[in-house]
């Protein structure tokens, strides 16, 4: 008895942080739909605005493992790149419409389950994208001084998860990144990027610390293919090429081009522009050799076998690359890299292995391991062909880690849009007996296991302070970078 007036209480103070939606539904012939987004992310605040605009009677809560909003927005885009962060004017903006809540530091599959969501919720959109990495599964692995881009990029960007990660910068002057996409070329340009510059934006203060000291003057972006196949984007491609006081190195024999690339190129405004600024840095830089300078070497055809140890043993002291060539896979048309048999070395001290992010299933939650996503039919889960009621799949984990911040909005338009037609087909129609409580009743199921959750005003705490400590650092921000730390800022009075 006790413990339900405790809860009670609990509810009813509860209800001063999430008032609920200002419309009044009493007129309603229907109950409020009620959806919860799970990922507060780019795809997940996208399909919350879709929601909130598409249907008058939708009530979203955007729940979250971690404290702080926004995911990739503010834990992946690089810090030197503030434009692409002005989309969280738009989210926060959606979260403060009185129909939408966010409820950070709660984690999917430990403080609540997904059927436990769905038994709440008439809809459930599952956003959380993809927080592990893929493996190249070669020897030496596991050797120290080997990192996924991601831990990386997590770690200059504060992310708490990897606060702690310390990579070493001063033990050698070589870095080797795996990959040639637009992740690959965000670490080299944080690690080659003059830290005068750095110092402006919201890089965590630990890392730019590192990066201060840091006696790394070469980085190397290996990739399997050719020029004309490199995953990257022209502007992101364009920004590196033109850092100051470094030197860029591509061998002229790695630009000649075969006729299947130049058909690749005709098919390809991308992959055209791609090449033809690869092959304008090749001869641009030909002739400089600057002492001081530093040198970003693209290195093509070639893929890495196997991680060879240094003198002491436990850390890496160079990538073993065998030569690859080109051939049409005969299915798709692509080309597809093909080892030769030859190898060679590259010597460094620190590897940044950037070939895929990788998405992460749930219990209860059909996934498909190969492809790394939820099966779906626009969005709508599929488990064994047939369609799961009220479970839809939105982001990477429905179309996997490929695109760009508003490549989520077209995603989120898609998913919503199925929600939507479910929704005039009466799929979300209950009897009285199996009413759906929503926000309601998330929160009794998180006070129940007493989780300390952080609705939007914890953020906007942690917002505050954070951009106060930036004000005396001639930063936007200062980012607090523990879980600790954001917990304790997120309940200040």
Request: net charge positive.
């Amino acid at each position: 008895m006790a413990r339900g007036l405790r809860l009670l209480s609990r509810l009813g103070r509860l209800q001063l942080l999430f008032p609920g939606p200002r419309r009044d539904f009493s007129a309603s012939p229907r109950e409020p739909l009620h959806v919860c987004i799970v990922g507060s992310g780019p795809a997940g605040f996208y399909t919350a605005d879709r929601m909130l605009k598409g249907h008058e009677g939708a009530q979203v809560d955007i729940i979250d493992r971690l404290p702080t909003p926004f995911g990739l927005v503010r834990s992946g885009v690089a810090p030197d790149h503030p434009e692409t962060k002005i989309v969280v004017n738009q989210f926060s903006r959606v979260a403060a419409n009185g129909r939408c809540s966010f409820i950070g530091n709660v984690t999917l599959g430990r403080d609540v389950s997904l059927s436990e969501l769905r038994n709440t919720y008439h809809v459930v959109v599952l956003a959380y994208g993809a927080e592990s990495d893929r493996s190249l599964g070669i020897p030496g692995e596991d050797l120290k001084g080997i990192h996924s881009a991601r831990e990386f990029v997590w770690w200059y960007n504060g992310h708490p998860d990897m606060c702690n990660l310390a990579p070493d910068l001063k033990s050698t002057d070589s870095a080797v990144v795996l990959g040639q996409g637009n992740v690959a070329l965000d670490v080299a340009r944080i690690l080659l990027r003059c830290k005068t510059e750095l110092a402006t934006t919201d890089i965590a203060d630990y890392a730019l610390d590192a990066l201060r000291g840091s006696s790394i003057r070469k980085v190397y972006l290996v990739g399997r293919r050719g020029p004309v196949q490199a995953a990257c984007t022209a502007k992101e491609l364009r920004e590196i090429l033109g850092l100051k006081n470094v030197r860029v190195s591509i061998k002229e024999a790695d630009l000649v081009t075969s006729p299947a690339d130049e058909e690749e190129m005709r098919n390809s405004r991308i992959q055209r522009r791609v090449y033809e600024l690869l092959s304008k840095a090749a001869n641009a830089h030909k002739d400089s050799n600057s002492n001081d300078q530093k040198e970003l070497h693209f290195v093509f055809f070639r893929r890495p076998t196997r991680f060879l140890p240094s003198e002491n043993g436990s850390m890496v002291g160079a990538v073993q690359l065998e030569k690859t060539f080109l051939k049409d896979n005969g299915v798709t048309g692509k080309q597809v890299a093909v080892g030769t048999g030859e190898f060679e070395e590259l010597k460094c001290g620190l590897v940044l292995k950037s070939i895929g992010y990788k998405s992460l299933p749930v219990q209860d939650l059909p996934f498909d391991e190969n492809k790394g996503i939820v099966p779906n039919l626009r969005g709508r889960v599929l488990s064994n062909d047939s369609v799961e009621r009220g479970l839809y799949v939105v982001g990477w984990l429905k179309r996997g880690p490929t695109g760009i911040v508003a490549t989520n909005l077209h995603c989120a338009e898609e998913t919503v849009a199925s929600i939507l037609d479910d929704d005039k087909k009466g799929v979300f129609t209950f009897s009285s007996d199996l009413k759906k409580q929503g926000r309601t009743g998330l929160l009794e199921i998180l006070e129940q296991k007493d989780v300390r959750f952080v609705p939007f005003s914890g953020w906007e705490k942690i917002d505050s302070k954070e951009k106060m400590a930036g004000q005396l650092t001639n930063k936007p921000r200062e980012k607090i970078t523990t879980w600790d730390g954001l917990m304790k800022a997120a309940n200040e009075d």
